[in-house]
T-cell receptor, first 115, second 116 residues
Framework: NAGVTQTPKFRILKIGQSMTLQCAQDMNHNYMYWYRQDPGMGLKLIYYSVGAGITDKGEVPNGYNVSRSTTEDFPLRLELAAPSQTSVYFC??????????????FGSGTRLTVV | AQSVSQHNHHVILSEAASLELGCNYSYGGTVNLFWYVQYPGQHLQLLLK??????LVKGIKGFEAEFIKSKFSFNLRKPSVQWSDTAEYFCAVNAGSGAGSYQLTFGKGTKLSVIP
């Protein structure tokens, strides 16, 4: 099925470890995003990309890195995991038409716990 | 910068009660507005969206929302809720044009609990 695929679904990391959250979409969307969701805080934008080779910081980028080598893939890297990065991470993609924004398609999320 | 306020953190209703969840945004120009729903343990799914035209927008599962430009509001409504509507609801806004306007800004969400 077409959509946004995130892996893994769950992960437990020790403090200081690193990992990459994978995100892929097969809808040929130019725009891709990474959000984190914490209870009662809504969704906060970490990084976004408007196309292959172009990325930019969102609201909460510290401790994370991204790359966008292809239109389909947008991995999120945590270099030195900290307890504050315990969260649920959602990847999303979108396209934009001339008359407006069609909204996001979300992946199923990655629940990350840092201990 | 855009911001979105959802005034109710947690709403508890009995089945068949009517629902209205408030959403206000702070951008003065052209906007696209969205409501997303997140069922327990799942990702966000689009309920409905407003681009232009009729300010009363109908979405899936019997939900509707009304865009009132003068009040900067986009409230979500449903005449009769069901237990299966128990979820968290997020309002989101996108500025209609300009640099960076492809991002959505989300409210903090409203949890809805429907009691059978």
């Amino acid at each position: 099925n077409a959509g946004v695929t995130q892996t893994p679904k769950f992960r437990i990391l020790k403090i200081g470890q690193s990992m990459t959250l994978q995100c892929a979409q097969d809808m040929n969307h130019n725009y891709m995003y990474w959000y984190r969701q914490d209870p009662g805080m809504g969704l906060k934008l970490i990084y976004y990309s408007v196309g292959a080779g172009i990325t930019d910081k969102g609201e909460v980028p510290n401790g994370y890195n991204v790359s966008r080598s292809t239109t389909e893939d947008f991995p999120l890297r945590l270099e030195l995991a900290a307890p504050s990065q315990t969260s649920v991470y959602f990847c999303a993609s979108s396209r934009r038409a001339g008359q407006g924004h069609y909204g996001y398609t979300f992946g199923s999320g990655t629940r990350l716990t840092v201990v | 910068a855009q911001s979105v306020s959802q005034h109710n953190h947690h709403v508890i209703l009995s089945e068949a009660a009517s629902l209205e969840l408030g959403c206000n945004y702070s951008y003065g120009g052209t906007v696209n507005l969205f409501w997303y729903v997140q069922y327990p343990g799942q990702h966000l799914q689009l309920l409905l969206k407003y681009f232009s035209g009729d300010p009363l927008v109908k979405g899936i599962k019997g939900f509707e929302a009304e865009f009132i430009k003068s009040k900067f509001s986009f409230n979500l409504r449903k005449p009769s809720v069901q237990w299966s509507d128990t979820a968290e609801y997020f309002c989101a806004v996108n500025a209609g044009s300009g640099a960076g306007s492809y991002q959505l800004t989300f409210g903090k969400g409203t949890k809805l609990s429907v009691i059978p």
